[in-house]
């Protein structure tokens, strides 16, 4: 972790390996938020099976859990993905989903979620880390 305390210019991300090593079914977790065609197909998928992943910016591939793939590439850019009645960690968890896990600023998300940038700041730079949500490094 880092010493600097974070500001409304902190670019956050989802820690995919944070999220693996504490949390025991975050598997189950993103299953969950599948929408109903890729649930009925990974109902039959072994957990944490391996695609390659190509980053659409820098053409790197890489092997990458194909559940995580599928709930960013297209799950989580289907309409009603992320409501206005959705909690704020949750929607700011799915709100990474849908943007591709790229970073992004509470100033940014308070803009697509439509909710003041200084909680969500609170909220996801207090000694607690929710849902994998970190500070990304640049």
Known sequence: ??????????????DFD????NENDWHVHLAGLLCPEHKEMFAEMQNGALI???DPETAEVRPMD??????????????GF???????V?????????????????????????????TIL??????RVYKGIRPARD
């Open 82 to 88: 992320v409501t206005g009645q959705t909690q704020l």
């Open 90 to 118: 949750e929607a700011v968890f799915r709100t990474f989903l849908a943007n591709g896990n790229s970073p992004l600023t509470p100033v940014e998300l308070a803009e697509k979620l439509g909710r003041p940038a200084n």
């Open 66 to 79: 194909g559940l995580q793939q599928t709930l960013l590439s297209h799950c989580a850019r289907q309409p």
């Open 1 to 14: 972790m880092s010493l600097v305390k974070p500001s409304l210019q902190t670019r956050f991300h989802i």
């Open 18 to 21: 944070w999220w693996r090593q």
């Open 52 to 54: 390659d992943f190509v």
């Open 122 to 127: 609170v909220t996801i730079s207090g000694p």
